[in-house]
Nanobody, 112 residues
Framework: QVQLVESGGGLVQAGGSLRLSCVASGSIFSINAMTWYRQAPGKQRELVARITRDDSTNYADSVKGRFTISRDNAKNTVYLLMNSLKPEDTGAYYC??????WGQGTQVTVSS
């Protein structure tokens, strides 16, 4: 059974940083695109960042210049480094890979 496990969330003050991890139960070497999403209370899930097999990346406008997505194929892990966090970054963060079910997510709360 293929699984994704997110971790690294927590409570942080505005301006702080967190690094989220998403560990896959199988190899990620050949996966074309891996994506981080977030969902704030009462809002729809939105794309935050995506990385492709050739390490191309794209970001939501709201996080450009603050968030960085990266991958470690040897560890089957995708990371999301979040700097200069804002209260509007609060939400549950999920990773999603093709062929994998949604994970349980990791909660990020940014206090003002």
């Amino acid at each position: 059974q293929v699984q994704l496990v997110e971790s690294g969330g927590g409570l942080v003050q505005a301006g702080g940083s967190l690094r989220l991890s998403c560990v896959a139960s199988g190899s990620i070497f050949s996966i074309n695109a891996m994506t981080w999403y977030r969902q704030a209370p009462g809002k729809q899930r939105e794309l935050v960042a995506r990385i492709t097999r050739d390490d191309s990346t794209n970001y939501a406008d709201s996080v450009k210049g603050r968030f960085t997505i990266s991958r470690d194929n040897a560890k089957n892990t995708v990371y999301l480094l979040m700097n200069s966090l804002k209260p509007e970054d609060t939400g549950a963060y999920y990773c999603k890979f093709p062929g994998y079910d949604w994970g349980q997510g990791t909660q990020v709360t940014v206090s003002s």
